[in-house]
């Protein structure tokens, strides 16, 4: 009996530090790590499109914005993330 609560006990616990652990730090509409399109500044919809970058979910308020994210160099993409996701 003894063991079968703690193997209850640490279960419960790994799965109380995994959904700490995976928390995210989205503020904005599906996900995204903020309520503004990186590429054109512009409100983001509650459908808008998105993509990971340096493991975080970027929204665009439109596809022609995120087909351009992905031309972007990686120093621009930095740029644009910090500008709007990370000085949050």
Do not use: I
């Amino acid at each position: 009996m003894k063991n079968l609560l703690t193997a209850f006990v640490v279960t419960v616990s790994l799965f109380a530090f995994a959904g700490c652990a995976s928390s995210s730090k989205a503020t904005g509409p599906n996900g995204a790590c903020c309520n503004m399109c990186p590429v054109s500044k512009e409100p983001l919809k509650a459908d808008c499109p998105t993509a990971d970058y340096a493991g975080t979910k970027v929204g665009f308020c439109c596809e022609k914005c995120q087909t351009k994210w992905t031309t972007m160099s990686d120093a621009d993409k930095k740029a644009a993330f910090d500008a709007c996701c990370a000085a949050k």
